[in-house]
C-alpha cells in the first residue's frame, strides 16, 4: 500500500489515497502506521477518499485508532494532498469532514502547495454541544479539579471538544502526568483536548497540547482555535486581530473574524512517500 507522510506545524499523519488504496480495517491500520517504533510513526492516519458533496472527504484517526471528526493541521495537508496529485488542481478546495465541510485556500510554490488558510467555522460554546458538564449557557472561566488539583478551564468545540486552561509558564509542565487527568475526565463524556496557554500579549500565545486518543502532539490546529476562542472569551485576545500561537512544532496563525467564523493560517508540508503491507 502507497502512503505519504506529511505534517502541519509538526502534527504528522500517514495518508492514503482512498481513490485508489483499500484499507480493511482504518482503525487497526491506524494504530499499526502510528506507532513509532513498530511502524512508520505518526499522530493517526488520514484517508482521503471520494465525496458525493465536496472535492474529497477526510477520514481521520487517531494513535489509538479511535476516529476522530476534524484535524485542522490534517486538513491542510489534504488539501496539500489533494492539489498536489491532481484530484483538485484549484486555489480554494473543499474537504468533507465529520464536522462538515471545510474551505480551504491554498498557497503555492513551484507547483506545490506550501501553506493553507482554513475556515474551521464557528466555535461551539453551548456546553451540551462541546460536551461538558460544565457551565450553563457558556463553559467560561469554570471551575475543574483534576487529579486533586484546581484549574480554572474554557469549553469550546472546533468540532471536537477542547479544554483550555491559562497557566505562568507550558514549557515546563509533565504533560504526561497531567494530561490524562483532563481527557478521562468525567466532565467531558466524550473525552477531551487540553490546551495549557500562556498569553504572552495581546498577539501571541504558547500553547502545549494533550489530545484525547494520541497524547501530546507537537500542534493541534482545532486547538489553537479554541484557544484563541478561549482568550478572547477570557479577555486576554480581541476578535478580528491575527495572534500567533506558538507550539512545540511551528507557529498558527489564527483569527476570530466578526463573521463568527475562525481562520486559521498554517503550513502543510510533504515529509516522505512510501510503502508498506497493510
Given at each position: 500500500m502507497r502512503f505519504t507522510k506529511m505534517h502541519g506545524a509538526g502534527n504528522d499523519y500517514i495518508y492514503v489515497n482512498g481513490f485508489e488504496e483499500t484499507i480493511r480495517d482504518r482503525s487497526a491500520f491506524a494504530v499499526k502506521v502510528s506507532d513509532r517504533h513498530f511502524g512508520i510513526g505518526s499522530d493517526g492516519l488520514i484517508c482521503i477518499?471520494?465525496?458525493?458533496?465536496?472535492?474529497?472527504?477526510?477520514?481521520?484517526?487517531?494513535?489509538?485508532?479511535?476516529?476522530?471528526?476534524?484535524?485542522?493541521?490534517?486538513?491542510?495537508?489534504?488539501?496539500?494532498?489533494?492539489?498536489?496529485?491532481?484530484?483538485?488542481?484549484?486555489?480554494?478546495?473543499?474537504?468533507?469532514?465529520?464536522?462538515?465541510i471545510k474551505y480551504i485556500r491554498v498557497f503555492t510554490?513551484?507547483?506545490?502547495?506550501?501553506?493553507?488558510?482554513?475556515?474551521?467555522?464557528?466555535p461551539i460554546l453551548t456546553p451540551?454541544?462541546?460536551?461538558?458538564?460544565?457551565?450553563?449557557?457558556t463553559a467560561v472561566k469554570q471551575a475543574l479539579t483534576v487529579d486533586g488539583r484546581d484549574y480554572?478551564?474554557?469549553?469550546?468545540?472546533?468540532?471536537?471538544?477542547?479544554c483550555v486552561t491559562f497557566v505562568d509558564d507550558v514549557w515546563s509542565?509533565?504533560?504526561?502526568?497531567?494530561?490524562?487527568g483532563f481527557e478521562r475526565h468525567p466532565a467531558f463524556p466524550e473525552r477531551v483536548n487540553t490546551e495549557f496557554i500562556r498569553v504572552q500579549d495581546a498577539r501571541h500565545l504558547d500553547m502545549r497540547v494533550w489530545e484525547r486518543g494520541s497524547g501530546e502532539t507537537l500542534a493541534c490546529g482545532t486547538g489553537a482555535c479554541a484557544?484563541?476562542?478561549?482568550?478572547?472569551?477570557?479577555g486576554?485576545?480581541?476578535?478580528?486581530?491575527?495572534?500567533?500561537?506558538?507550539?512545540?512544532?511551528?507557529?498558527?496563525?489564527?483569527?476570530?473574524?466578526?463573521?463568527?467564523?475562525?481562520?486559521?493560517t498554517g503550513p502543510a508540508e510533504t515529509i516522505c512517500t512510501g510503502e508498506i503491507d497493510e
Open positions: 477518499d471520494p465525496s458525493d458533496v465536496a472535492d474529497c472527504k477526510m477520514d481521520m484517526y487517531n494513535a489509538d485508532g479511535s476516529q476522530g471528526k476534524m484535524c485542522g493541521n490534517g486538513v491542510r495537508c489534504v488539501a496539500k494532498f489533494a492539489y498536489d496529485n491532481g484530484i483538485a488542481k484549484k486555489d480554494e478546495i473543499a474537504v468533507e469532514t465529520l464536522s462538515g510554490e513551484n507547483g506545490k502547495v506550501v501553506r493553507a488558510r482554513v475556515n474551521m467555522g464557528r451540551r454541544e462541546i460536551p461538558t458538564t460544565l457551565g450553563a449557557d480554572e478551564v474554557t469549553c469550546v468545540s472546533m468540532g471536537n471538544p477542547h509542565l509533565d504533560l504526561p502526568a497531567i494530561g490524562p484557544s484563541v476562542v478561549a482568550a478572547v472569551l477570557c486576554h485576545c480581541e476578535k478580528d486581530a491575527p495572534v500567533t500561537v506558538k507550539l512545540l512544532g511551528g507557529v498558527l496563525e489564527i483569527v476570530w473574524s466578526s463573521d463568527g467564523n475562525v481562520y486559521m
